[in-house]
C-alpha cells in the first residue's frame, strides 16, 4: 500500500470508502468534512492506494497539546491484511514529528471489534467522558437557514464572535 495526502481529486473515492466502512453519519456532510481538513493542516490526511484504488484513509490533526485521528478506513475487502497498523504506524510517527506527546482518538463503546484492534497497536482506554458540542450543523434534516449559514462561514472563514446560544445536535 502507498501513502499519500488526500488530493481533491480523491474526495469521490475517499466518501465511498467511508460509506463502505459505515463512517457517515447523518450529522456529518463527509464533503463538509474534507473541505474542513483542506484548510487545517491538510498534510495531516492520508490515504493508502493499492493498484491506483484508495483502499484506506486516515484523518490526523495536532493541536498543540494532542494528537487527534479521525475517519481511520480499510475498505473491507482489504480489512485483516495489516493496512489499517500500519497507516496508524505512518501517521502516529507524522504526529510525533509535529511535537505531539499523545494521541486521543473516539470509538463508540458498542464498537468491539474496532476497541480490539486500536488495544491491539497499543492504544488504551482513558478514564474520561467524552463531551461535544456541535457548532456547525450539517445535516440537511438541520434547520435550512443555519446549514445555508455555515456553508457561507465555511466559504468565508469563521465568524469574528461566537453567537449565544447554539443548537445542540449529537
Ligand atoms: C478498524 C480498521 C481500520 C482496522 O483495519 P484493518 O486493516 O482491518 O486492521 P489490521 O489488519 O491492521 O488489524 C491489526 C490487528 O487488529 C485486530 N483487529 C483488526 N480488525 C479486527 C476485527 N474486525 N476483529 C477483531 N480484531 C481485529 C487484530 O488483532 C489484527 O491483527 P490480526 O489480523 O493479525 O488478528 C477497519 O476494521 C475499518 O476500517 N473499520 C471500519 C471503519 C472504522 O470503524 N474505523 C474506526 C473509526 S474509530
Known amino acids: 500500500m502507498q501513502i499519500r495526502p488526500f488530493l481533491e481529486s480523491d474526495e469521490s473515492a475517499v466518501i465511498a470508502l467511508w460509506n463502505a466502512c459505515k463512517l457517515t453519519r447523518p450529522w456529518n456532510d463527509p464533503r463538509k468534512d474534507i473541505a474542513r481538513k483542506l484548510t487545517v493542516q491538510r498534510e495531516l490526511f492520508f490515504v493508502g492506494v493499492i493498484d491506483n484504488d484508495i483502499v484506506a484513509s486516515v484523518m490526523a490533526a495536532f493541536d498543540g497539546h494532542r494528537g487527534w485521528i479521525n475517519y481511520l478506513a480499510v475498505h473491507p475487502d482489504f480489512q485483516r491484511r495489516k493496512l489499517g497498523a500500519t497507516l496508524m504506524k505512518y501517521v502516529e510517527q507524522r504526529l510525533l514529528d509535529a511535537g505531539c506527546p499523545k494521541i486521543n482518538l473516539q470509538v463508540r463503546s458498542t464498537n468491539e471489534n474496532v476497541l480490539k484492534f486500536y488495544r491491539d497497536i497499543g492504544y488504551e482506554q482513558d478514564d474520561v467522558v ?41
Open 130 to 170: 467524552s463531551l461535544g458540542k456541535r457548532l456547525i450543523p450539517d445535516a440537511p434534516a438541520a434547520n435550512t437557514a443555519a446549514s445555508s449559514l455555515a456553508s457561507k462561514r465555511l466559504r468565508n472563514g469563521p465568524r469574528p464572535s461566537a453567537p449565544k446560544r447554539f443548537e445542540s445536535l449529537q
